[in-house]
């Protein structure tokens, strides 16, 4: 079996970013509920002003973590069945509301609820779902004629 015999078979390079954004997604959801510490660094990590670490800074608990994990998980199953038939106009859809959703949460925890720091851990998801829905944005003719 070769690796091209796995990989989405779609025009262009969309279908393999919404599979490495999935996977990536998926490991993300696993840590969430493996370990508090990556969580905790989005949600009111390490203050620059304090110097203390996330765990005394975070309002991160168990419960938020795995119910973070599981929509994590849930968003990247919507963008890896999206990369393998992003020709399919309810699913490319989904997968652009995963990101617009993701977008929305991160800017209202850090702009509303005040959880959330300007900082890499939290731009970092921001980042990649906005370019993620602007590429699909711009594509979409493209994928669904």
Known sequence: MSLSS??????GLLPYWLLTVALTGIGNSIQSYSTLHYTQRIYNGQSSDTGKPASETSSVTPLSARTFGTWSF??????????????????????????????????????VFK?????????????????TFAWMFTQRETYLG
Request: aromatic fraction near 12%; charged fraction near 10%.
């Open 6 to 11: 796995v990989l989405p078979e779609g025009p």
């Open 74 to 111: 849930v968003s990247s199953l919507v963008r890896f069945y999206c990369a393998y038939d992003i020709t399919n106009k309810p699913l490319y859809d989904l997968a652009m509301w995963t990101c617009v959703t993701g977008m929305i949460h991160f800017g209202l925890e850090w702009s």
């Open 115 to 131: 959880s959330g720091r300007i900082g890499v851990p939290l731009l970092s998801p921001v980042v990649v779902a906005g370019a």
